[in-house]
């Protein structure tokens, strides 16, 4: 039976401090299949093929290449038996060129004169490009990785494995942050691979993908192997109520809205980036207490900056910003969140969270400042843990060392979790969510949505900000639809259609507005 796997794992257990990441997970992949590892933020996934790429080394197990039993302390061994790996956050230098990132570790050195070394970026460079056209992931070798966007850098990732003769090639939630056009080409890519005979496993919650590509699939929760299953035979419901161990809803149960008295009033607001270029403009709407008003548009039209202008992290050129009738155009960001503003920002990671922080830290930074966390001038450590414990139980937030525990070690899922929880803990009149769900696996997203539409009931003006259509769609009361920086239409949900929103994403619609 080993003799059918090119990698079997047998019995692997891994520990970290406070908590059982594997435990006794035995599986076996095959040659030329995509083989994907389905389960919540937290389950052990990544850990699992962290352990196959030699980052880090099991407590109790052993792992067989090729039937042969293999010996994987670091990643140049796992390189060695042609084991590759595109990590969820890229690992790439951002000021050296796409070639530089690629050959980084193997360089092809030459010798001037038979005596000086130097390295043929040249050759490599050529090499770089005759793969990436052969596997459709075309890329300039010399521009810097700093200068494109992220669907690129994954490309970059991609043929770095390629570059070192790959065979295997592990996917760590690999479309965590791609747009829904990205995603399908980078799908497409995945067969591609597979049909060339490359061996795929891919990491990932969202169960959509796997139907479409994966071959098999295993799933974990809290670390332990539930069941492996042929993924044309079993249903999506089946496998969200397998990663999460009960019934899982694919709807969201939504009152009939009570609207209030208007709580934001955005007018005529133009935002300029970095480059002098207008990226927002001259865009105005309101939101009432008790309203979900939700952005859609492909990404890159204007709406993440049209978030942060309302939210301070940017500075918007002219128009106004009001929060209960208040001018907070040029307030601070503490202004604005004493005001009752909260933010969840699309990058967690450099906005959301200080990573190097504990988690208690990070659900306090907005009130650090107030009672029960300072009294008198003086940081109270009860109150920090107390509140963060409140947190991590009703937000079921994944903390091998509870609030103690350092951001940076979350897995990307609890992250996201745990800027959530701290956002509506702060009882704000105007909550602001960017993609709030990116990231999350199908258990967490049904809740977060749940708290979202529990927020609206109890008064609170939401401005949603997706890339998922559905999302939008089943969530939103009032959508304004952004092309080019500009709002093309702003009208009641029940009056459009998923294919009219579509279009007014793509700019096919006659723009017009509604109150």
């Known amino acids: 039976m080993a003799d059918e796997y090119i990698v079997e794992m047998r019995h692997i257990t891994k520990r970290f401090p406070g908590i059982l990441a594997n435990d006794d997970v035995s599986v076996g992949i095959k040659k030329g ?7 919540e933020n937290g389950a052990g996934k990544s850990t699992l093929m962290s352990i196959l790429f030699g980052m880090y080394e099991c407590d109790e197990g052993e792992i067989f290449v090729r039937g042969q039993k293999a010996a994987l302390s670091s990643s140049s061994d796992a390189a060695a038996l042609n084991i590759g790996m595109v990590h969820q956050h890229f690992k790439l230098a951002p000021s050296y060129t796409i070639a530089e990132n690629i050959i980084l570790g193997m360089e092809p ?6 005596v000086f070394p130097w390295v043929d970026i040249k050759k490599a460079s050529r090499r770089i490009k005759e793969l990436s056209y052969s596997y459709g992931l075309e890329v300039d070798p010399d521009v810097r990785i700093e200068q494109v966007n992220v669907s690129v850098r994954q490309r970059v990732e991609i043929l770095k494995m390629l570059y070192r003769n790959a065979e295997i090639l592990i996917f760590d939630e ?16 995945m067969k591609e691979l597979r049909d060339k005979g490359k061996t795929i496993i ?13 071959d098999r699939c295993a799933i974990l929760r809290r670390g332990k192997l539930i069941k492996v299953l042929n993924v044309a035979d079993t249903s999506t419901q089946k496998m969200a109520n397998l990663m999460v161990g009960r019934e899982v809803s694919f709807t969201r149960e939504k009152k009939p809205p009570n609207f209030r008295d208007v709580v934001l009033e955005v007018e005529e607001l133009t935002v300029r980036n ?19 008003f939700a952005i859609a548009g492909v990404s890159g039209n204007g709406q993440v900056e049209l978030a942060d202008a309302i939210a301070g992290l940017v500075k918007s050129s002219q128009g106004r910003i009001r929060l209960k009738g208040k001018d907070i155009t040029a307030a601070c960001i503490r202004e604005r969140v004493e005001a009752g503003l909260a933010y969840i920002p699309e990058d967690r990671q450099k906005y959301g969270l200080i990573l190097d922080f504990t988690l208690q830290d990070n659900l306090a930074i907005k009130r650090y400042y107030l009672p029960p966390f300072s009294l008198k001038g003086v940081l109270n450590d009860g109150g920090f843990r107390d509140f963060a414990d409140s947190l991590i139980l009703r937000y079921d937030i994944r903390s091998g060392q509870g609030g103690k525990t350092i951001a940076r070690s ?3 899922g609890n992250q996201q979790k745990a800027i959530v929880a701290r956002e509506i803990s702060l009882d704000a009149d105007l909550l602001i969510f960017v993609q709030p769900t990116r990231g999350l696996d199908i ?7 749940k708290q979202i539409l529990e927020e609206r009931d109890r008064g609170k003006a939401i401005l949603l900000i997706s890339l998922e259509l559905d999302e939008v769609m089943s969530l939103a009361d009032t959508i304004g639809v952004i092309y080019n920086g500009e709002l093309q239409n702003i009208a009641s949900a029940d009056t459009l259609t998923t294919n009219e929103v579509g279009e007014y994403m793509m700019g096919a619609g006659s723009k017009k507005t509604a109150s």
């Open 33 to 39: 299949e995509i083989f994907a590892f389905l389960g």
């Open 109 to 114: 050195v030459k010798k001037f004169l038979g």
């Open 174 to 189: 690999p479309t965590a942050v791609l747009t829904p056009q990205e995603i399908e080409f980078l799908l497409k890519i």
């Open 202 to 214: 891919l990491i990932t919650h969202k169960l959509e993908e796997i139907k479409k590509i994966a």
């Open 274 to 292: 970095e480059w002098r270029f207008e990226v927002v403009k001259d865009v105005s709407f309101s939101i009432r207490g008790g309203e979900i």
């Open 410 to 412: 979350m897995s990307g």
């Open 443 to 449: 258990g967490a997203i049904e809740n977060i949505q």
